[in-house]
């Protein structure tokens, strides 16, 4: 089973900043979060990726709670090509028990209108 | 630099017959995967490998089968298809080892099939 909880949609405006939440409450001490997205029709593409501190990269930001109990993905200025399907997966990084089996959920559907 | 790809993009088969799906990746990449995806839901994991000549079962295995007898390569077997196993299938692939990028997966464009 996920071990992550996402709203199945959202919709935002276009230049606008997109939020998207993910929580995963039973997330243990080494377990990295991790956000893919798919659009329509493609293979998911790796966003991102932390463990307890905030990272940002080219795409997006990832801001972790202190508990490490939720996480927040955001675009900063949302465009129409980033209407998507957006998975947010936790998983082991390190360790001889990660066999990197990466449990998708059923994500967070974007909609990102002009 | 290819990635990760997969053939044939589209197949029908009828129920009973068999076929195999190929994924290749030229990343050198240890782990390899084979996930399916349905209309409305994410991603299942059906085999994975975690190197050459190695293979283990995922969240949804039956009615699967699988070989990585070469590093590059993992096919994906249905010996005799169902309706039930029209799809989409993703492979994806990853390195192993220590380091931030070692859990980040590439994927496939993926392959559709229907079974009638």
């Known amino acids: 089973d996920a071990k992550t909880t996402q709203p199945p949609s959202m919709d935002c405006a276009e230049g606008r900043a997109a939020n998207l939440p993910c929580n995963h409450s039973?997330?243990?001490?080494?377990?990295?979060v991790y956000w893919y997205r798919q659009i329509h029709s493609q293979g998911p593409q790796y966003i991102i990726h932390g463990l307890k501190n905030n990272e940002t990269n080219e795409m997006a930001s990832l801001i972790i709670t202190e508990d490490r109990k939720s996480s927040t993905l955001i675009l900063p200025h949302a465009t129409l090509r980033d209407t998507a399907v957006y998975y947010c997966?936790?998983?082991?990084?390190?360790?001889?028990?990660?066999?990197?089996?990466?449990?998708f959920g059923q994500g967070t559907t974007l909609q990102v209108k002009p | 630099n290819a990635g990760v790809t997969q053939t044939p993009k589209f197949r029908v088969l009828k129920t009973g017959q068999s076929m195999t799906l190929l994924c290749a990746q030229d990343m050198n990449h240890e782990y390899m995967y084979w996930y399916r995806q349905d209309p409305g839901m994410g991603l299942r994991l059906i085999h994975y490998?975690?190197?050459?000549?190695?293979?283990a079962k995922g969240e949804v295995p039956d009615g699967y089968n699988v070989s990585r007898l070469k590093k590059q390569n993992f096919l994906l077997g249905l010996e005799s298809a169902a309706p039930s196993q029209t799809s989409v299938y993703f492979c994806a692939s990853r390195r192993t080892g220590v380091g931030t990028g070692a859990n980040v997966l590439t994927f496939g464009a993926g392959s559709r099939l229907t079974v009638l």
């Open positions: 039973t997330i243990s001490g080494n377990e990295y």
């Open positions: 490998s975690v190197g050459e000549g190695t293979t």
């Open positions: 997966i936790v998983n082991y990084l390190h360790g001889s028990s990660n066999t990197g089996k990466l449990i």
